[in-house]
């Protein structure tokens, strides 16, 4: 059975993500590559489901945002970075201009048909 267009995007995002996680814990924390803003925001990542250790690899969050981000969306998803500001503690207009280009909400997404 042939796999579809999105789950295939999909894959790529998961072997995207844990190759960049693998050459971050090989080198423990020693910048090896150098991610400019024409390609680190292809990568748009899924707050509902998107790894932990994923979003710790966002800028400014750490265990407790990544925890709360978690916590906070999972019975609601966000459906902006202005619903994410507002409902998670600790995300402020600084930090979510930082992330929001390297996050997809409900409504970014195309509708289904």
Same mark, same amino acid.
């Given at each position: ?33 150098? $991610? ?5 925001? =292809? @990568? ?7 790894? &932990?250790?994923?979003? %710790? ?18 019975? $609601? ?5 202005? =619903? @994410? ?7 402020? &207009?600084?930090?979510? %201009? ?16």
């Amino acid at each position: 059975m042939a796999m579809s267009a999105s789950r295939r995007r999909g894959h790529q995002i998961l072997y995207f993500c844990v190759a960049i996680l693998s050459l971050m814990l090989l080198n423990r924390g020693r910048r090896v590559w150098n $991610l400019t803003p024409a390609n680190a925001y =292809d @990568l748009k990542l899924d707050l509902r489901t998107a790894h &932990p250790e994923v979003l %710790m690899a966002l800028p400014q969050i750490g265990p407790a945002r990544m925890k709360a981000i978690r916590d906070e969306g999972r019975d $609601l998803p966000f459906q902006s970075i202005g =619903d @994410l500001e507002r409902r998670v503690k600790g995300i402020g &207009p600084a930090i979510s %201009m930082e992330i929001a280009p390297y996050l997809e909400f409900e409504s970014d997404s195309p509708s289904r048909p």
